[in-house]
T-cell receptor
């Protein structure tokens, strides 16, 4: 029984470049959320997608975008990378949208911007 | 806006002792309260969660209590073991707005000494 899978696990980018991170949710889960975790802090909510539509967005600039595909997998894109974008990017999977859904995290993608 | 405060930031105990981590949330509409354990370089792993219609939940050595009136919830770990050493995050989320966003506390670094 596969959990939430993310790729790549580690990557290094240069300031100004663009990055795409990928996520596959737990089988049967229709909701994918993205969180950013800066070293030493708790995760911060970026987006939630459900049934291919953006349902919620956190306090992140427009450089951050995402989409969800018919198979419920998702991509997070970050343009014009800044040094401050260096973080662990976590994909989270849940069955639905309501506030009481259990949320499971993937192993994350470690992004370093140099 | 939503805010979750978590204390203490660090906690050192001897193996076999109990550990208690406390969180306070600001949004009275919050209805779901998970706890995550994060080992160094790993993903946040759900260890226990509680919903607002329940005051206490227990799973082996781990228990969580919720006081909705005080907007306060706590994690209790009994008979601690060295493998319990990690960073623990509390979180809160609310429903009713068409999406689910976890708001995390700042984390507690638990060190269990043999």
């Amino acid at each position: 029984d596969a959990g939430v899978t993310q790729s790549p696990t580690h990557l290094i980018k240069t300031r100004g470049q663009q990055v795409t991170l990928r996520c596959s949710p737990i089988s049967g889960h229709k909701s994918v959320s993205w969180y950013q975790q800066v070293l030493g802090q708790g995760p911060q909510f970026i987006f939630q997608y459900y049934e291919k539509e953006e349902r919620g967005r956190g306090n992140f600039p427009d450089r951050f975008s995402a989409r969800q595909f018919p198979n419920y997998s998702s991509e997070l894109n970050v343009n014009a990378l800044l040094l401050g974008d260096s973080a662990l990017y976590l994909c989270a999977s849940s069955e639905g949208l309501t506030g009481g859904n259990t949320i499971y995290f993937g192993e994350g993608s470690w992004l370093t911007v140099v | 806006g939503e805010n979750v405060e978590q204390h203490p930031s660090t906690l050192s105990v001897q193996e076999g002792d109990s550990a208690v981590i406390k969180c306070t949330y600001s949004d009275s509409a919050s209805n779901y309260f998970p706890w995550y354990k994060q080992e160094l370089g790993k993903r946040p792993q759900l260890i226990i969660d509680i919903r607002s219609n329940v005051g206490e939940k227990k799973d082996q050595r781990i228990a969580v209590t919720l006081n909705k009136t005080a907007k306060h919830f706590s994690l209790h770990i009994t008979e601690t073991q060295p493998e319990d050493s990690a960073v623990y995050f509390c979180a809160a989320s609310r429903g009713g707005f068409g999406f689910q966003k976890l708001v995390f506390g700042t984390g507690t670094r638990l060190l269990v000494s043999p």
